[in-house]
């Protein structure tokens, strides 16, 4: 069964790109949303536009300037040691972006308000748990029912990847038909290094992102061979 | 009994005036910050930062340029009518902004993370109540939860002006000892008319937000007198 519209948060990493595959398969209409709030590595919202072009779904890339005012994270501040401590939040990673995911999803949802669209489809997931509190349960039910207050909306968030481990990531992007466009076209890699494919796609294969990725993509060949 | 830090969200109009008077008196150290979302009219951030500057307090201008891209409110997009009904949502004013509030509080909620400030004073209200939902007390609740839950923090949002009518702001702003300022500094009117300074502030005498100042203004002085 069909279900009407979605409004797919899309960075053009791994996990959004599987979303978008699963909810391509689920909805009606689907449309992508991609945020360029001057993180350091350009080629990721390249790699989302690519993306949705293949899939055919529309892309609307949309700039948030916020951040940067704010630099407060080391995704944005390129004198920053990406694998540190947070300089404000010592238990937090040197990556976290405070209040990121409120904003993204925050203007998501203004979006789909505009656009007359139903869910939202994230790829926010705590079981990969690299310690970012905004990408948890109790975080996006608490937001889901603060937007749909403020506005007078009933716009849903729906995250699939939530309990996936990033192997049960690549075996839903199989289950899906979208495994070849994750290996080929995603971008992960913290240092946005795209100069030599891996079996598990592109990456400097050393950052934590790039370990996760290389990790998982292991886990699933060793679950899927027995 | 003075509290620590407070950072009121301060857009120079009368109700955001009054609560920077009213965190003056109750915090060891107050800061202001006012969002540059390119409304039509220019004048509310010059008076903002004009009365930060008389009252002594810092004052950051943050651009958010979120919904001049969304552009679906008659107070960004300069060819709507500010009176009429919103263009995708019949059962809400023109000037409504999508997701405003979520997107300003979640914003000073950030900031509130990197300055170290302990709470966030907003001028919300909802008795003079004009048709906007994310003026009420649920949705505010709702959002301090989930960007607590979604940064580790614990910071608090005041309102001390939710139950308040106009009339009784000008009361309370009395009692704070900055009605001068209000009335002569703050800017309210939706046409951003500044030619002639009325006995309730300067403005076009015509707008809704400048009806509802006037009446305030004149119960006050009833209410005031007997």
Redesign the interface.
């Known amino acids: 069964m069909k279900h009407k519209s979605a409004l797919v948060v899309f960075s053009g990493g791994q996990d959004s790109t599987t979303c978008l595959g699963w909810a391509k398969n689920r909805y009606d209409h689907v449309e992508t949303i991609t945020f360029d709030y001057h993180q350091k590595h350009a080629i990721e919202i390249q790699q989302a536009q690519e993306i949705a072009n293949i899939l055919n779904v529309p892309n609307y890339v949309?700039?948030?300037?916020?951040f940067a005012?704010?630099d407060?994270s080391a995704l944005i501040d390129a004198s920053q040691d990406i694998n540190a401590r947070h300089k404000?939040?010592p238990?937090?990673p040197a990556s976290f972006v405070?209040?990121r995911?409120?904003?993204f999803f925050?203007?998501a949802?203004?979006?789909a308000?505009?656009m007359?669209l139903d869910h939202i489809i994230t790829g926010i997931n705590q079981t990969d748990y690299s310690g970012y509190?905004?990408c948890?349960i109790?975080?996006?039910e608490?937001?889901e029912?603060?937007?749909n207050?403020?506005?007078?909306s009933d716009i849903k968030f729906l995250y699939p990847l939530i309990h996936l481990t990033k192997a049960e990531t690549f075996k839903m992007a199989q289950k899906e038909g979208i495994l070849d466009t994750v290996i080929k076209e995603t971008h992960t890699c913290y240092n946005g290094d795209r100069s030599k494919l891996h079996d598990w796609g592109y990456g400097c294969d050393a950052c934590p992102a790039c370990e996760l990725r290389k990790k998982g993509w292991k886990e699933y060949l060793e679950n899927d061979i027995k």
Chains 1, 2 share one sequence.
């Open positions: 949309l700039e948030i300037n916020i005012q704010l407060d404000n939040r238990n937090l405070p209040n995911n409120a904003i925050t203007t949802h203004a979006y308000q505009k007359g509190p905004d948890r109790p975080f996006i608490s937001l029912k603060a937007l207050l403020g506005s007078e």
